[in-house]
């Protein structure tokens, strides 16, 4: 058993000093232009998705989310905001949104399929934001949780807007 625990802590510290090694000589690639390996965006995919739904499911979204009122405030904050990395109904790629990698969401396209957009999660990533991703988290901005739920309230709303409408 001794030998067993000595094997797996020598298994563990060659792992580490192998992983600081490669830290320490630059051989990660960490430029915005260069994607991640397919195992590796798939990884981060599946750890943020999971992070999300763990963090969620206590959310109580407002019963007056579809008012609009509170769609026109969220509206008003998406446009000062958010449009130049998640764009507008019809809007062209943004340059800023084109540079960054993960590339962010076109939270202005119509769904596939008739469903709605989970308000607890937009809530959730509107708050905190998304490490890495440029995604900010609005609430250390000073954004209080109204705004963000008035924002919240309008991204339910967009993707059913026309270019002239959302104008």
Same mark, same amino acid.
């Given at each position: 058993?001794?030998?067993?625990?000595?094997?797996?802590?020598?298994?563990?510290?060659?792992?580490?000093?192998?992983?600081?090694?490669?830290?320490?000589?630059?051989?990660?690639?960490?430029?915005?232009? @260069? =994607?991640?390996?397919?195992?590796?965006?798939? +990884?981060?995919?599946?750890? !943020?998705?999971? %992070?999300?739904?763990?963090?969620?499911?206590?959310?109580?979204?407002?019963?007056?989310?579809?008012?609009?009122?509170?769609?026109?405030?969220?509206?008003?904050?998406?446009?000062?905001?958010?449009?130049?990395?998640?764009?507008?109904?019809?809007?062209?790629?943004?340059?800023?949104?084109?540079?960054?990698?993960? @590339? =962010?969401?076109?939270?202005?396209?119509?769904? +596939?399929?008739?469903?709605? !957009?989970?308000? %607890?999660?937009?809530?959730?990533?509107?708050?905190?934001?998304?490490?890495?991703?440029?995604?900010?988290?609005?609430?250390?901005?000073?954004?209080?949780?109204?705004?963000?739920?008035?924002?919240?309230?309008?991204?339910?709303?967009?993707?059913?807007?026309?270019?002239?409408?959302?104008?």
């Amino acid at each position: 058993m001794c030998r067993f625990i000595w094997g797996a802590l020598a298994t563990i510290g060659l792992g580490a000093a192998t992983a600081g090694i490669v830290v320490v000589a630059g051989v990660v690639d960490v430029g915005a232009d @260069t =994607p991640h390996s397919s195992f590796t965006y798939q +990884a981060l995919t599946f750890a !943020r998705e999971r %992070a999300i739904a763990s963090r969620t499911g206590e959310i109580q979204t407002p019963a007056d989310l579809a008012d609009p009122e509170r769609v026109r405030r969220g509206a008003g904050n998406y446009a000062a905001m958010c449009v130049n990395c998640h764009l507008s109904p019809e809007a062209p790629d943004s340059e800023i949104g084109k540079g960054l990698y993960p @590339t =962010p969401p076109n939270l202005s396209e119509k769904p +596939a399929a008739p469903s709605s !957009r989970d308000a %607890a999660r937009d809530f959730w990533i509107i708050k905190h934001g998304i490490k890495a991703s440029g995604m900010p988290a609005w609430s250390k901005g000073g954004m209080e949780d109204e705004a963000i739920w008035d924002l919240t309230a309008f991204l339910q709303k967009m993707p059913l807007l026309s270019a002239t409408a959302y104008e």
